[in-house]
């Protein structure tokens, strides 16, 4: 079993829908959880960042989070798009960055 | 643009060579990290250098080193070259070392290795 998982998609939504992607994992000593969005050929840039359990809300995008569980949640509200990408969770399990992972990622496509 | 620079974009090498990846952070930022991306494997975390010492390691390979110099700066040296090597190889920068771990990322060196 892979630390951490995500399911890889393709995922295909219309523009204007609600989009909802997870990471499960198995690691319990997690407790900084990042979601990453990733364009073709570029960087991943960070879109958002939780520490322990819990929601977080910037804009369009709601990060949860539910330790208890081991899974983590990004949604994207009123989907454009440019939100087409690959989008990556990580989690990491100190302050000092020790054991840094990412998931594989899941490829988004808006429709237009 | 992230502000982090990488070169080469592309390098296409044979087995068995060694290469030098560069890296230079964001203006401002001490800490450099350094992934490898392969469609096999996903993102993974090879190193992390805050103001020139070495700060964690994840997965790199003992064939693979790195070092931030004192103009912060980075390389990663990739030595005895394998097919298996072969992947995008990231560079990241951030202000601080720990949380909230914002990283902005470099647009990557492609390896191929023939």
């Known amino acids: 079993q892979k630390e951490v998982e995500q399911d890889p998609g393709p995922l295909s939504v219309p523009e204007g829908a609600i989009v909802s992607l997870n990471c499960t994992y198995s690691?319990?000593?997690?407790?900084?959880f990042m979601w990453y969005r990733q364009y073709s050929r570029k960087g991943p840039e960070l879109l958002m960042y939780?520490?322990?359990?819990g929601n977080k809300e910037d804009g369009r995008f709601t990060a949860q989070v539910d330790k208890s569980s081991k899974y983590i949640s990004l949604f994207i509200r009123d989907s454009q798009p440019s939100d087409s990408a690959t989008y990556l969770c990580?989690?990491?399990?100190?302050?000092?960055?020790?054991?840094?992972?990412f998931g594989p990622g899941t490829r988004l496509s808006v429709l237009p | 643009d992230s502000g982090v620079t990488q070169t080469p974009k592309h390098l296409i090498t044979a087995t068995g060579q060694r290469v030098t990846l560069r890296c230079s952070p964001r203006?401002?930022?001490?800490?450099v990290y350094w992934y490898q991306q392969s469609l096999d494997q996903g993102l993974q975390f090879l190193i992390q250098y805050y103001n020139g010492e070495e700060r964690a390691k994840g997965n790199i390979l003992e064939r693979f080193s790195a070092q931030q110099f004192p103009d912060l700066h980075s390389e990663l040296n990739l030595s005895s070259l394998e097919l298996g090597d072969s992947a995008l190889y990231f560079c990241?920068?951030?202000?601080?070392?720990?949380?909230?771990?914002?990283?902005?990322f470099g647009p990557g060196t492609r390896l191929t290795v023939t």
């Open positions: 690691n319990s000593a997690f407790q900084y």
């Open positions: 990580a989690m990491s399990q100190d302050n000092y960055g020790q054991n840094f992972v």
């Open positions: 990241a920068s951030s202000a601080n070392p720990g949380p909230p771990y914002e990283q902005y």
């Open positions: 203006s401002g930022d001490l800490s």
């Open positions: 939780t520490y322990s359990s």
